[in-house]
């Protein structure tokens, strides 16, 4: 056996946790033969419910758990962490605008930003909390020592819905649909590109007609958190999970050659602007990530890319003073 990989999970009371943290144990993110030390943080009042989980845990007897700790204090959770999960963040409150959301968080990924300096120069963040682009990019400033290649943000839960859709609409499994990747902020504006995506084997965009690809299809992915909420009285917490896994999973062990959605700070990457962290497609090999960079882009794509620029560059201007 490996030796263990410390994992550390924010938030790990909350309803993603709840999920989060069986996936993680089982195997089903970093392989069937590695061992993990979960690290748990959680804010001081949330402490007693995190210990309810940890016991719970502990109860589910997991072969490769080797330690399961829980605590308040960000520095220790993120020390020589291989791989940290940030779900935890504030939900919007009753009068809370995004703007105001975008800065009442921002201020937690600033704090959380100079624990995880103390990360393995080659950890591998996920930022799961929203607005997790900006939120990313927050935390990636404030640990100089760590390149901000390994702070990435999670646009697979879009990937994942768009998938579903053109499934379901076919009736094939997930797992016939591939390379569909989600370009931007993870927001109503992201946008899922299925031009280079196939469907048990053949292209999408003949098995589907652009009106709905463009129309409906988009909205429905876009629209499908508050569909969620709606349908269920709660957000998305299993499938935000599941993603979540997907993402850090294909991180680790690799794409299998497909291509994936990661948001990541670019690199001036399709003319995004460097350091704003946006989703690309990208594929993972040998434990690292690389953009897939010559995808041609069409008006509509090159005009959704625009859209979602702007929307992360004003989201940045929300939390100018936390990047000084
Ligand atoms: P919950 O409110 O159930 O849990 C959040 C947990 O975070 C709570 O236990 C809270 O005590 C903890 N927390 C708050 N501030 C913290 C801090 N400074 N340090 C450590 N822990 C802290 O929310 P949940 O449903 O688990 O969602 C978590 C986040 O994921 C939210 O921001 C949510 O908006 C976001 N999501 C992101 C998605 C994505 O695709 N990127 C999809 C799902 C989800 O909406």
């Not at 995880?116 to 997790?132: F, M, Y």
């Not at 646009?155 to 609409?169: E, F, I, K, P, Y």
């Not at 998305?236 to 299998?256: E, K, P, Q, T, Y």
């Not at 497609?281 to 794509?301: I, K, Q, S």
Request: net charge negative.
């Amino acid at each position: 056996m490996p030796a263990p990989l410390k994992v550390a999970v924010t938030g790990a009371a909350g309803n993603i946790g709840y999920s989060l943290l069986w996936r993680l144990a089982s195997g089903d993110c970093f392989g069937k033969d590695q061992p993990i030390a979960l690290s748990l943080l959680e804010i001081t009042p949330a402490l007693d419910k995190l210990q309810g989980v940890i016991m719970e845990l502990h109860d589910s007897a997991f072969p490769l758990v080797t330690s399961i700790e829980g605590t308040d204090d960000a520095a220790a959770a993120f020390k020589d962490a291989d791989a940290v999960f940030l779900v935890g963040s504030r939900p919007r409150g009753p009068g809370m605008d995004r703007a105001d959301l975008i800065s009442a968080n921002g201020k937690i990924f600033v704090g959380q930003g100079k624990a995880l300096n103390g990360i393995k120069p080659d950890g591998r963040v996920i930022t799961v909390g929203n607005p997790c682009n900006t939120n990313c990019l927050v935390a990636a400033h404030h640990a100089p020592d760590i390149d901000n290649g390994r702070f990435t943000a999670m646009t697979r839960l879009d990937q994942n819905r768009a998938v579903g859709q053109l499934a379901v609409s076919k009736g094939v499994a997930a797992g016939a649909v591939k390379d569909v990747f989600i370009w931007g902020n993870h927001a109503d504006t992201m946008y899922p590109d299925v031009r280079f995506a196939t469907l048990s084997d053949a292209p999408v965009t003949e098995q589907f007609e652009d009106a709905w690809l463009k129309g409906e299809f988009l909205k429905t992915v876009a629209t499908r958190g508050k569909a969620i909420i709606n349908a269920r009285g709660a957000s998305s917490a299993a499938s935000a999970a599941s993603a979540a896994v997907d993402h850090m999973r294909d991180w680790f062990l690799g794409s299998n050659g497909q291509i994936v959605s990661m948001a990541l700070p670019s690199k001036g990457w399709y003319g995004v602007p460097e350091g704003l962290v946006f989703s690309f497609p990208v594929r993972c090999e040998g434990g690292e990530y690389t953009v897939v960079e010559d995808l041609p882009l069409d008006d509509f794509a090159k005009a959704k890319i625009a859209e979602n620029v702007a929307a992360l560059e004003e989201e940045k201007a929300a939390v100018a003073d936390l990047l000084t």
